[in-house]
């Protein structure tokens, strides 16, 4: 698949209440959230035909278009039932899911406020978002050049496309360097989360994390809080300052695409894959699975 450009994969997307032709999804090259990044989108995962929490994302996408200043057209209900149909006309079982918001090409400038709030879909498989063979063995991070946003200067608490400009631009540099990722401190200069995934790390059986004050409180984070929570660990979040690295001594990454990938370096920093990241890696994907309550 990755020698196939995306937009020239097979299947279908859902597009303003229409499943279409994925070669024929396409908008105007004015589009304004192409030009002012008015855009807010979700990213979630099918396990064995099911969408892991699929209404908490939906819920996400609403509110994220609201802190944009526009509201989605469609309601939750609808846009999860939306998911759902199209993860099985694509015939997958284990997938990831896009849905996506933008604003159209109504109104080209700064100030867009007839533009129609667009939404569309799309889903396709895609494996784990570092190398397997990389995993397990816990990836490598740099230290990111650009920091995470004051939210008094932008909206944080929004999954907004443009907030990811400066996440592209600190991977696409880690791994010109080698690194698989980057870890982003934010504009306080105290530890953030990488740029698609929140940061744990573990010293003397406690689990530490930041304050998701600047930043997504993930969906995949809190899953891990509680997941970790239940095996009896203590969970801190706290303001965590980049000093602090060097006497930890596990760390790990949690996100839709990342699920949970253990860390074995940050920039001079260097961590173990321990017990605790294995067990939650392990407790991670045991929850996702659908069939977990016929086990219990």
Known sequence: MASVPFDQLEGEIWFNGEFVPWKDAKIH?????????SAVFEGERAYGGEIFKLTEHTERLHTSG???????????????????ELLARQGFDDAYV???AWRGSEMMGV????????????????????????????????MAEYRRPDPMTAPSRSKAAGLYMICTLSKHRAEERGYADALMLDWRGQ??????ANVFFVKDGKIHTPTPDCFLDGITRRTVIGLAKKRGYEVIERAIMPEELEGFEQCFLTG????????????????????????????YMAEVQPNKVAAE
């Open 29 to 37: 090259v004015l589009s304004h959230g192409l030009h002012y990044a």
């Open 191 to 196: 530890v953030a989360e990488a740029t698609g």
């Open 111 to 142: 100030s867009a406020q007839k533009n129609r709030i667009n939404l569309a879909i799309a889903i396709w498989q895609w494996p784990s978002y570092f190398k397997p063979e990389e995993r397990m063995k816990g990836i490598r991070l740099d």
């Open 66 to 84: 609201e802190i944009l200043g526009f509201k989605i057209p469609y309601s939750v209900a609808e846009i999860d039932q939306a998911c759902v």
């Open 98 to 100: 896009r849905p996506i």
């Open 256 to 283: 839709t695409a990342a699920e949970v990938t253990p860390v074995s370096e940050i920039g001079p920093y260097s961590f173990t894959v321990g017990e605790i990241a294995q067990n939650l890696v392990n407790d």
